[in-house]
């Protein structure tokens, strides 16, 4: 219990300094919490003790490089593993950050390092959480169906979205394929052309594969 | 010997069936509407040949219900020899399956059918190199024509044999083929199989798993999108070698016309109210020939030859069972089928599916969906077997609420008999509009609150063709026969118990504890609602109830406008029929019909009490 509330201290202290590149006040970080102040007190004197922070004037906190490092990593399991409930598994955002909150503290960097080289070409959030939401339409240089327009030819790179991939493979939508955008309505339902056939596909599906323009 | 038709969804497959068995079994230019296997057979130089009609797939290595209902009927090697059926305008996704099949070693031919479309669209197929390509028999046919047809129990009785062809997979597969082969003996088909994480021997798929992480962890990618990946290049080489384009001059364009916003979707309401307009129409005119000529020819002189009062009773209630339903039956569900066939024969039904995407995205479901709704129009029991093609729980949940919503035509017959007879037609159409409304809103509902997940539609387009009258009757007559025996017998043995209450004066006694009830909430006279009650059986029989208990045929003499319009609302809402309810406890199980149920008496309870409040 106490190991948990002092990473999620440092994770707190990690994640507004490194938002805001200064000293943390102590409101600040109470805010972020959801522990009483008494606890956080006698968290931030422990800290303090082992070396990972240090109090500036004014009482506000800084991380030190130990303690900047347990931050991250901790935040980085945290958001790798929100990635995964979320985009991998569907789960909704609100019950997977609290999900990741709860796992971040037992689960070894191993798995974290492993879990992200399993998601990383489909949830580039994971390694660009500093910056704020800029995924849509672009996802790293990536485009979906939905990013090009009626009568482009295109060669499907990727695709993602455990449900549906086994009939979109059946289908011939493998990467590599060529393919062409046929229709494309204005709510996003598209019908994609491949192998002689015409395919209709919902809004969701056409946004998991992943294309790039034929050359 | 015992031969399986197989292939993908909307290739001819049941067509081909049809005529090698001479067995009535429904084809359907919907991916996916044969799902159960049917049989037949046929005599070939005094031999007898069983041939099973596989439910159509993509692949056989899919873990959805048909994919894997067809996969172990191939496992357990239940045939002799296997039909492919092609689509050869579709050739290079059609050899996709070809080559899955061929990995079974089960002797084989393949059918390249719909060759005279092959021919309008300017491509050409050389069957000797295809044959040369998969080491085996193929045979060029166009079932719609009957062309080469008869060929084929031939072909398949002496020709039909193990392809020799060899899938080249990727190394790291071939590698582990190897490796499963070696260590545990298990054959090459076997072992891809347990790679998918799809085989049957548990061994085997142990030592597999452990085989597929590590190429998953090389190539990033899925041993099951590995092995996709190389069926799909090797079906492309095939391919590439055999077809041969020639220029055809692009003629004018169909479909633009009909999956474009403007004017596809203006066109589909089109379609959707003229079909509903032709059945209303002459369904009404049918109806009333057929109720009429039952009447002199069958009833009259039931009455007139007096029986005991029991026996005449019995009768009755037999002869007017048999009235009501041929008069919905013919007129209005054959007439619907007839139309519903014409669409489905077209190809259209899958454009409206794609047009109606978003929406139905709204009420929790997609765009395949609007098919059972469709179909539920003509009779709510196919409709909510229809429910099965949808992938997920939540999708058949909420389809199995807003089908049984759906006015099928017996509540068409309430709608019209009643309401657009004795009140007008304005307020028959503002009848559709509420039950419109009301699924629309149960849906938005049903979207938030089911649990589950929701898949998208991933739905092939079905190519335009016309529809060719002899095929769209008979599966029309085959639906019908389907209707006919869930309904009909449901109907009969209704009627006769509902005869019987009223002779020993259960319905009486009913009445009088209904009556305060009928008459404080919904403002009807208790015998109402014994009728609402007894429409419960079959929906139309709340009318004919209405009249018999009221005892006059002119309803407006005995009831008011607003209590027919209330009547007739809350008929329509109240309760889908025994034999929906049948249907539903099968395909959903209790806890969902049990819902189902009491939500629309709840629903239809509350409507009819508010408008009465509103207007009375």
Same mark, same amino acid.
């Given at each position: ?6 990473? =999620? ?35 931030? =004197? ?74 990383? =070409? ?47 493979? =059946? ?45 | ?6 292939? /993908? *969804? ?7 069936? /049809? ?9 359907? /230019? ?123 129990? *031939? ?94 001059? *692009? ?39 057929? #109720?009429?000529?039952?009447? #002199? ?129 304005? *307020? ?95 403002? #009807? ?28 045929? /002119? ?62």
């Amino acid at each position: 219990m106490r190991l948990s509330q002092r990473e =999620d201290c440092l994770e707190a202290l990690y994640k507004i300094s490194s938002e805001r590149n200064r000293p943390v006040g102590f409101v600040e970080l109470s805010g972020e919490l959801q522990m009483s102040d008494e606890e956080i007190r006698s968290i931030l =004197d422990e800290l303090e003790r082992e070396g990972h922070i240090a109090r500036v004037a004014g009482g506000d906190i800084m991380l030190t490089d130990s303690g900047r490092q347990r931050g991250e990593g901790v935040l980085r399991k945290h958001r790798t593993l929100e990635c995964f409930l979320t985009e991998m598994l569907g789960m909704n955002t609100d019950k997977a950050s609290q999900e990741a909150c709860r796992l971040e503290h037992d689960v070894s960097d191993e798995t974290i390092d492993r879990l992200s080289l399993y998601i990383r =070409d489909s949830c580039p959030g994971a390694y660009r959480w500093g910056k704020k939401k800029e995924r849509e339409p672009s996802r790293a240089g990536m485009h979906s169906l939905l990013d090009f327009s009626e009568g482009d030819e295109l060669r499907v790179v990727s695709m993602r979205g455990p449900g549906w991939k086994r009939r979109l493979m =059946d289908l011939g939508i493998i990467p590599g394929q060529t393919i062409s955008l046929k229709r494309k309505l204005r709510n996003q339902s598209i019908v994609v052309r491949v192998k002689q056939c015409d395919v209709a596909l919902s809004p969701e599906i056409a946004r998991s594969i992943f294309v790039e323009k034929r050359t | 010997m015992k031969v399986a038709l197989i292939g /993908n *969804p909307s290739v001819g497959k049941s067509l081909i069936f /049809n005529q090698l068995t001479g067995v009535g079994v429904e084809v359907s /230019n919907y991916p996916g509407t044969t799902v159960e296997l049917k049989g037949g057979s046929t005599c070939y130089q005094r031999e007898m040949i069983d041939i099973v009609d596989l439910p159509g797939i993509y692949s056989l290595d899919g873990t959805s219900e048909e994919e894997d209902l067809v996969r172990t009927f191939l496992q357990e090697g239940m045939v002799d020899a296997v039909i492919v059926v092609m689509d050869a305008t579709r050739l290079e996704r059609n050899l996709y399956l070809l080559l899955q099949v061929a990995e079974f070693g089960i002797p084989m031919i393949a059918v390249l059918n719909m060759i005279d479309e092959m021919e309008k669209e300017g491509l050409e197929i050389d069957t000797a190199t295809l044959e040369y390509q998969l080491g085996i028999e193929v045979l060029e046919t166009a079932a719609s024509k009957g062309h080469n047809i008869e060929k084929i129990v *031939p072909l398949v009785r002496s020709g039909a044999r193990k392809a020799t062809l060899t899938i080249p997979y990727d190394r790291s597969v071939e590698a582990a083929v190897r490796t499963l082969e070696k260590t545990l003996g298990a054959g090459r088909t076997e072992s891809l199989w347990a790679l998918q994480g799809i085989a049957k021997d548990g061994t085997v798929s142990e030592a597999a798993s452990a085989i597929t992480e590590q190429i998953e962890a090389r190539h990033r990618m899925t041993v099951q999108q590995i092995i996709a990946a190389n069926r799909h290049n090797y079906a492309r080489t095939i391919a590439d070698r055999v077809i041969k384009t020639r220029e055809t001059k *692009p003629g004018f364009d169909l479909d633009q016309l009909l999956t474009s916003s403007i004017p596809g979707i203006p066109i589909l309401v089109l379609v959707l109210l003229s079909t509903l307009l032709v059945v209303f129409i002459v369904g009404a005119f049918l109806e009333e020939t057929i #109720v009429d000529a039952f009447q #002199v020819i069958l009833i009259d002189p039931l009455l007139a030859f007096g029986l005991p009062p029991l026996a005449e009773t019995i009768a009755l209630s037999l002869a007017i069972a048999l009235q009501a339903g041929l008069g919905i039956a013919f007129p209005f569900v054959f007439i619907f089928y007839i139309l519903l066939s014409i669409l489905e024969d077209t190809g259209y039904m899958t454009r409206a599916a794609f047009l109606a995407d978003k929406a139905m995205h709204r009420v929790g479901m997609h765009g395949g969906a609007i098919i059972p709704l469709v179909l539920g129009l003509g009779c709510n029991v196919p409709a909510v077997m229809g429910l099965r093609n949808l992938a997920s729980r939540r999708e058949k949940i909420i389809g199995a609420f807003l089908i049984t919503m759906v006015p099928c035509s017996a509540r068409t017959v309430i709608i019209l008999g009643i309401v657009a007879a004795f009140v007008g037609i304005l *307020p028959a159409l503002t009848i559709y509009l509420i039950v419109f409304l009301l699924i629309t809103a149960t849906g938005l509902l049903l979207s938030r609150v089911t649990p589950g997940e929701q898949f998208g539609m991933i739905l092939e387009m079905a190519p335009l063709r016309r529809p060719q009258s002899r095929l769209v009757i008979k599966k029309s007559w085959l639906r019908m026969q389907e209707f006919l025996f869930i309904a009909m017998p449901m109907l009969l043995v209704g009627s006769i118990v509902l005869g019987l209450f009223e002779y020993i004066g259960i319905t009486a006694m009913f009445e009088e504890l209904i009556a305060p009830f009928s008459e404080g909430v919904l403002g #009807v006279p208790p015998y109402a609602a014994t009728a609402l009650l007894f429409g419960i059986l079959r929906k139309e029989m709340a009318f004919e109830m209405l009249a018999i208990l009221g005892g006059t045929a /002119n309803l407006s003499a005995i009831m008011t406008s607003l209590q027919l319009y209330i009547f007739g609302l809350v008929s329509v809402l109240f309760v889908p029929c025994v034999s929906t309810i049948a249907v539903l406890f099968r395909e959903m199980g209790g806890r969902i019909t049990a819902a189902v149920t009491l939500y629309t008496v709840g629903l239809g309870i509350i409507i009819g009490a508010l408008i009465n409040q509103i207007f009375g």
